[in-house]
């Protein structure tokens, strides 16, 4: 039986087989880009191997995988976001309707409100706490949501007019604008239409962060990498500003247990650092997704678009992962798992074989007056072929003459007892007769030899080896008058009609 087999490794690299030849490992940085613009890019590697990328809106050139083998099709995500932001567009999916859609669910149960509020709620706490003389730190990842605040910060800066410095550290974070510049069409349709006047990546309020810039007096703003304060310039920020209650740090995505971040959320105010040096937090803690990760709604909603047979949960807490599978098995009625790492799930397939059919057979069906129906499918007979890695439906004429073969007649032959003492000419003379007079509507002959004929149908009357008072009609024919020869036989074990004395 055809089988799709799925073994998550870790939050992001996946292993499936969609046949025993065919093995594929991707993880989250795949690479190859998809511009903006095309939403989807299509490439056939072989004659069965097929990989389209859909846009998936997460990250600059991030993008969702359908990889096709003959019918059997895998949708992988990876990270995406169904919310377009201030520089990316939301990720899109056609109807593609694959076997299995393996997604993330990194906030399988929240649902988040209005990005406007956020937004608004966002600038107004950085304006309170520079206006009070404090510092601001904002932990994030290099790529992603670092642009997306700076977007929203720089134009807040230049409608206010604020002159406190805004700064983002070197490195990796530096390098990421460099490609959102040179790859801006990728973006969203309002940064693309304003480009030509300005690239809004080319910030005037913000600058590059140094170390030395962290013990400055006076209020600033700082983007450090990495966004989970678990280590990186964004920890040694944090340890340096943690002890003065002017200032404030805000966490705009998500934190994995254990790190500094999530303790800090879940209300730690004293933390043991290096060297069992203990961390007092004076200063204030804010929680404001605007994480790229899609939440429960857009979760159902790719589900939805897309259509699959089955759903495979990954990159999730399992208690979190539990309530969306529920959901999405309530209200698409299929099949969801939530493999644990290291964990293989089998799911069994049912692919479509597409069959040609000639245009000879077809005529020949429709000769008989059996026009097709989509609505009443019907037996249609002829001779499966397979040319050229297609299979084709024929005439069993047409297939021996491709297939150069001779024909072979199969004939089907039943016995049939009748209890009649005369000859065995005169029994064959009353089969004939009594066929001739109900079956008017076909060929009935009576051959010199004494056999009988109906069509292709062949009678002939033989004596019963034991018992001289007893007849045996051996009633023979070809496939083609199966439904007839039936009949025939159904008929003469009905018995013959007395002959008139």
């Given at each position: 039986?055809?089988?799709?087999?799925?073994?998550?490794?870790?939050?992001?690299?996946?292993?499936?087989?969609?046949?025993?030849?065919?093995?594929?490992?991707?993880?989250?940085?795949?690479?190859?880009?998809?511009?903006?613009?095309?939403?989807?890019?299509?490439?056939?590697?072989?004659?069965?191997?097929?990989?389209?990328?859909?846009?998936?809106?997460?990250?600059?050139?991030?993008?969702?995988?359908?990889?096709?083998?003959?019918?059997?099709?895998?949708?992988?995500?990876?990270?995406?976001?169904?919310?377009?932001?201030?520089?990316?567009?939301?990720?899109?999916?056609?109807?593609?309707?694959?076997?299995?859609?393996?997604?993330?669910?990194?906030?399988?149960?929240?649902?988040?409100?209005?990005?406007?509020?956020?937004?608004?709620?966002?600038?107004?706490?950085?304006?309170?706490?520079?206006?009070?003389?404090?510092?601001?730190?904002i932990p994030v990842f290099a790529l992603g949501r670092a642009q997306?605040?700076?977007?929203?910060?720089?134009?807040?800066?230049?409608?206010?007019?604020?002159?406190?410095?805004?700064?983002?550290?070197?490195?990796?974070?530096?390098?990421?604008?460099?490609?959102?510049?040179?790859?801006?069409?990728?973006?969203?349709?309002?940064?693309?239409?304003?480009?030509?006047?300005?690239?809004?990546?080319?910030?005037?309020?913000?600058?590059?962060?140094?170390?030395?810039?962290?013990?400055?007096?006076?209020?600033?703003v700082v983007f450090a990498t990495p966004g989970m304060l678990h280590?990186?310039?964004?920890?040694?920020?944090?340890?340096?500003?943690?002890?003065?209650?002017?200032?404030?740090?805000?966490?705009?995505?998500?934190?994995?247990?254990?790190?500094?971040?999530?303790?800090?959320?879940?209300?730690?105010?004293?933390?043991?650092?290096?060297?069992?040096?203990?961390?007092?937090?004076?200063?204030?803690?804010?929680?404001?997704?605007?994480?790229?990760?899609?939440?429960?709604?857009?979760?159902?909603?790719?589900?939805?678009?897309?259509?699959?047979?089955?759903?495979?949960?990954?990159?999730?807490?399992?208690?979190?992962?539990?309530?969306?599978?529920?959901?999405?098995?309530?209200?698409?009625?299929?099949?969801?798992?939530?493999?644990?790492?290291?964990?293989?799930?089998?799911?069994?397939?049912?692919?479509?074989?597409?069959?040609?059919?000639?245009?000879?057979?077809?005529?020949?069906?429709?000769?008989?007056?059996?026009?097709?129906?989509?609505?009443?499918?019907?037996?249609?007979?002829?001779?499966?072929?397979?040319?050229?890695?297609?299979?084709?439906?024929?005439?069993?004429?047409?297939a021996l003459k491709e297939l150069g073969l001779a024909e072979h007649?199969?004939?089907?032959?039943?016995?049939?007892?009748?209890?009649?003492?005369?000859?065995?000419?005169?029994?064959?003379?009353?089969?004939?007769?009594?066929?001739?007079?109900?079956?008017?509507?076909?060929?009935?002959?009576?051959?010199?030899?004494?056999?009988?004929?109906?069509?292709?149908?062949?009678?002939?009357?033989?004596?019963?080896?034991?018992?001289?008072?007893?007849?045996?009609?051996?009633?023979?024919?070809?496939?083609?008058?199966?439904?007839?020869?039936?009949?025939?036989?159904?008929?003469?074990?009905?018995?013959?009609?007395?002959?008139?004395?």
């Open positions: 039986m055809p089988e799709i087999r799925v073994t998550p490794l870790d939050a992001h690299v996946l292993v499936w087989n969609l046949r025993p030849s065919l093995g594929r490992v991707l993880g989250a940085a795949f690479p190859t880009v998809v511009p903006r613009s095309s939403n989807v890019l299509s490439k056939g590697v072989d004659d069965e191997l097929e990989i389209k990328a859909y846009y998936a809106g997460h990250v600059l050139g991030a993008a969702m995988f359908q990889i096709k083998v003959g019918s059997e099709s895998v949708v992988y995500t990876g990270d995406y976001n169904m919310t377009p932001d201030r520089h990316l567009g939301a990720a899109w999916i056609d109807k593609c309707r694959p076997n299995l859609l393996i997604t993330e669910s990194t906030y399988a149960t929240t649902i988040r409100d209005s990005k406007r509020c956020r937004e608004r709620d966002f600038l107004k706490k950085v304006h309170e706490t520079v206006e009070r003389g404090g510092k601001v730190l997306e605040l700076c977007i929203l910060l720089e134009t807040f800066w230049e409608r206010v007019n604020l002159k406190a410095p805004i700064y983002f550290s070197t490195g990796l974070t530096e390098k990421a604008n460099h490609y959102y510049k040179l790859f801006i069409t990728w973006t969203n349709q309002k940064i693309r239409k304003t480009f030509v006047q300005r690239n809004m990546f080319e910030f005037k309020h913000i600058k590059a962060f140094d170390r030395a810039f962290a013990d400055n007096p006076g209020p600033m280590a990186g310039q964004s920890l040694q920020i944090f340890r340096k500003w943690a002890g003065n209650e002017k200032n404030m740090v805000i966490m705009p995505g998500y934190c994995v247990q254990g790190t500094v971040g999530h303790k800090i959320l879940s209300g730690q105010r004293k933390l043991e650092m290096e060297g069992r040096q203990v961390l007092e937090v004076k200063m204030q803690v804010e929680y404001m997704s605007f994480s790229a990760h899609a939440d429960a709604k857009g979760i159902m909603q790719l589900v939805g678009q897309a259509e699959p047979e089955s759903v495979l949960l990954v990159h999730g807490e399992a208690k979190k992962m539990e309530f969306l599978k529920q959901k999405i098995e309530q209200e698409f009625r299929v099949n969801c798992y939530m493999p644990a790492n290291g964990e293989t799930v089998t799911l069994p397939t049912s692919p479509s074989i597409p069959v040609g059919i000639s245009l000879g057979l077809l005529k020949r069906e429709m000769a008989q007056g059996l026009l097709p129906s989509a609505k009443k499918p019907r037996l249609l007979h002829g001779t499966l072929i397979m040319k050229d890695s297609s299979f084709q439906l024929v005439s069993s004429e047409q007649q199969l004939r089907f032959t039943c016995r049939v007892h009748l209890h009649d003492s005369r000859k065995e000419q005169e029994t064959a003379a009353r089969v004939y007769s009594h066929l001739k007079s109900v079956l008017k509507d076909h060929c009935v002959q009576h051959l010199p030899d004494g056999s009988v004929t109906v069509e292709s149908i062949l009678i002939q009357a033989a004596a019963h080896s034991e018992d001289p008072g007893t007849k045996v009609l051996l009633v023979s024919w070809t496939y083609q008058d199966e439904e007839l020869g039936s009949y025939l036989t159904s008929l003469l074990k009905k018995g013959l009609p007395q002959a008139p004395s």
